[in-house]
């Protein structure tokens, strides 16, 4: 009963707040609801996912079994233990640049090669960019950015519509980055665009160095997310589309 009272004390409080205009700190509505400190540890995930868009998703296949967490309104922060040090070094400026956290964990048959492994992180990043949105109200929606790596020029161009789609036009002058299958770097926005419900335009515009490229078209993913997730105090209330829904 009382856990029913203080959960109802609790999401008015994140209603108004959200009304506000504000995204709080658990602090400020831990002072709001003024519960019990067990009953607001109970709640602390939920709430936390709430005003922070935040997601855990766990997918385990007998190919892969991975763990993402993800914060929408973190500060860039990333950890990652893959098996795949160049994915790695690409998701690092998805983080930094889109100003997300987020720590995946992955074991796969990278004994076969890279592929599932790198499929599945583009899948199970695209379904904890979804459960982080959530209803997708008050964003931005559309994002877009170039992004230069000296000779290289990437632009990335995506809407959270809700609907999958792909558009990948780069080539690239070597077939592996190190021990990276450049291939593969289609596989992973497949599996990300499949599972985010993302429509995602990703251009290299020029470029000849290999790694380059790719880190031109992360960096630029990075900061179009960064632009579609963040959000409009105007509309805080309301999902951007004259459907009704994304
Ligand atoms: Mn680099």
């Given at each position: 009963m009382?856990?029913?009272?203080?959960?109802?004390?609790?999401?008015?409080?994140?209603?108004t707040?959200?009304?506000?205009?504000s995204?709080?700190?658990?602090?400020k509505?831990?002072?709001?609801?003024?519960?019990?400190?067990?009953?607001?540890?109970?709640?602390?995930?939920e709430?936390e996912?709430?005003?922070?868009?935040s997601a855990?998703?766990?997918?385990?296949?007998?190919e892969?079994k991975?763990?993402?967490?993800?914060?929408?309104?973190g500060?860039?922060?990333?950890?990652?233990?893959?098996?795949?040090?160049?994915?790695?070094?690409?998701?690092?400026?998805v983080?930094k640049?889109?100003?997300?956290?987020?720590?995946?964990?992955?074991?796969?048959d990278?004994?076969?090669?890279?592929?599932?492994?790198v499929?599945?992180?583009?899948?199970?990043?695209?379904q904890?960019?979804?459960?982080a949105?959530g209803d997708?109200k008050?964003?931005?929606?559309?994002g877009?950015a170039?992004?230069?790596?000296?000779e290289?020029?990437?632009?990335?161009v995506l809407d959270?519509?809700?609907r999958?789609?792909?558009?990948?036009?780069?080539?690239?002058?070597?077939?592996s980055i190190?021990?990276f299958?450049t291939?593969?770097?289609?596989?992973?926005?497949?599996?990300?665009?499949?599972?985010?419900?993302?429509?995602?335009?990703?251009?290299?515009?020029?470029g000849?160095?290999?790694?380059?490229i790719a880190?031109s078209?992360?960096?630029?993913?990075?900061r179009?997310?960064?632009?579609?997730?963040?959000?409009e105090p105007?509309?805080?209330?309301?999902?951007?589309?004259t459907?009704g829904?994304l």
């Open positions: 009382q856990t029913r009272l203080t959960k109802k004390i609790v999401s008015d409080a994140i209603k707040l959200k009304q506000q205009g995204y709080p700190s658990i602090e509505i831990w002072n709001i609801t003024r519960g019990s400190k067990e009953i607001i540890k109970q709640l602390k995930q709430i996912n709430t005003v922070t868009r855990n998703i766990q997918r385990n296949t007998l892969t991975i763990n993402i967490q993800i914060n929408l309104d500060d860039g922060k990333s950890n990652f233990k893959t098996g795949i040090p160049f994915l790695e070094h690409m998701l690092e400026q983080a640049h889109g100003i997300i956290d987020l720590d995946i964990q992955a074991k796969g990278l004994h076969i090669d890279g592929h599932h492994t499929e599945d992180i583009g899948i199970a990043l695209g904890a960019f979804q459960q949105l997708k008050g964003i931005c929606r559309y877009h170039y992004v230069p790596l000296d290289s020029l990437s632009r990335v959270f519509s809700g999958p789609g792909l558009e990948f036009h780069v080539d690239f002058p070597r077939a190190g021990n299958e291939d593969l770097f289609h596989e992973f926005f497949q599996g990300f665009v499949n599972h985010a419900l993302v429509t995602l335009h990703i251009d290299n515009l020029r000849q160095n290999s790694h380059h880190e078209i992360f960096k630029a993913f990075g179009a997310i960064r632009m579609a997730i963040d959000l105007r509309i805080l209330n309301s999902i951007p589309s459907k829904s």
